[in-house]
């Protein structure tokens, strides 16, 4: 299976497999498109395709393409996530090669992150159109108004394109966009993003920050905008990594890379220090988000779109949302990053209702006392896992997906006194509804594996009830023959 190389390649795909409905009904992109993609979303729907926008002749509106794992594999032309992880932590990092075979087959796999690379073409499919200066309109975008009360209209599921002033690197950031017409838009990367640090080293040498928003391109690169990838990855690297294959890019001429195959880029720059209020906007924890910060305006000097272009929006609001299966795929693509550097944790869980930074439930293999502790604390400094509120630790044989598996353990294993760790100030997810200050917070861990002697008053934890095997197969045998089995 490959990976779609743009998205209309990849909305065929999901038409052939059933995974696509067609829309003919005329609706606006204000309230009524977001509110059919919602209740479709909330049903564990299909993709949807709008083909008769209200107000926006000749564009189609694209939504709920991401919105489960199967279609997310599909987008990236894989069987499994874990695989993406595993194309990231080398072969060679996991078992040092012994033999010559083995130390060759790892310097090919080192060569091989040549393929992932993005290839410079000199056309892109978005040329057919160019809009500049004066004549710029964001607002003649199918953009969406989600909910009654969001204080405007914004690109959903935009990729914010930025090169770091001071590396070089690219980075792709999925950050809500709110359209300020004519010619600017609201970027709302948040305090822990990699967007706003390309944005401060900008600043810190008070020169703006060429930026591109791109809607609706290689799906790779759509979902490489959400990935919490560790700085200085590229992300454009990144996307070349989840794709199996490297990204065709074209530079704008403000020199920042975008997918050639990309339906809609809004090219410009950000000025240092230039901020608008944000918002409200109803968010992915299920509420307005209170209170409206401000954040830096972009000025759109281009605007360049495909013909016949196929604009893509996402809704967000009370989980289960789209945004929750991209969620999942985070935490299954990056679970083997995390398994390499703390060895000890053998599954994730960020449960959809959890709401992503809300909440996450790991399993370990322990072997030492105060162990929980230790992974809560190293996630707690890791990535964007550090955003993680409730960290909720149990033994390797509690699955963490089951949740009443979880709960068990919960219950059964802790002395509140003893296991719950609270850390008060500490950085949270800017959204977090419960502080009352933006991205300041505390942290709640949860110890629910067994105690061993140390952590248990010296004493050895209570023996489990375990059936007797013998009696256990003779029940089965009872059991089958009364059809109770
Ligand atoms: C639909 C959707 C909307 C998002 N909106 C925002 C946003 O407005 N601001 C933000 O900082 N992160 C937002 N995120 C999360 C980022 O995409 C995610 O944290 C990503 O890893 C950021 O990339 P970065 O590490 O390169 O900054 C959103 C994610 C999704 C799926």
Redesign the pocket.
Known sequence: MQAPRDLREFLEVLEERGELRRIREPLSPVLEIPAVLRRVMERRGPALLFENVKGYPGWRVAGNIFGSLERIKLALGVENLEEIGWRLVSQAWRQPPMTLGGKLRSLKEVMDLGRYTPRLVRRAAFQETVVEGEKVDVSSIPAFKSWPRDGGRYI??GQVYTVDPATGVT???????MLRPPRELVI??????????AYLEAAKRGEPLPVAVVVGSDPAAMLA?????P?PLD?LLFAGVMAGRGVEVYRLPNGVPVPASSELVLEGYVEPGRLSEEGP?G??WGYYDKPTEKFPVMTVERMWIRSNPVYVG?V?GKPVL??AY??KA?ERIFLPVIRTLLPEVVDINMPEYGVFQGVAIVSIRKTYPGQAKKVMMALWGL??MALTKIIIVVDEDINVHDLNQVLWAVAAHVDPQRDVVVVPGTHTD??DPATPVPGYGSKLGIDATRKLPEEYGGKAWPEEVEPDPQVEEEAAKVLEKLGLA
Do not use: A, C, S
């Open positions: 959903t599921f980075n792709i950031g999925v950050y809500r966009v709302h990367w948040q305090l822990h993003k990699r967007g706003r640090h905008g959400v990935m919490p990838v700085y992300k906007f968010d992915h996402t967000v789209e945004d991209i969620g985070v990535g964007q800017q959204l």
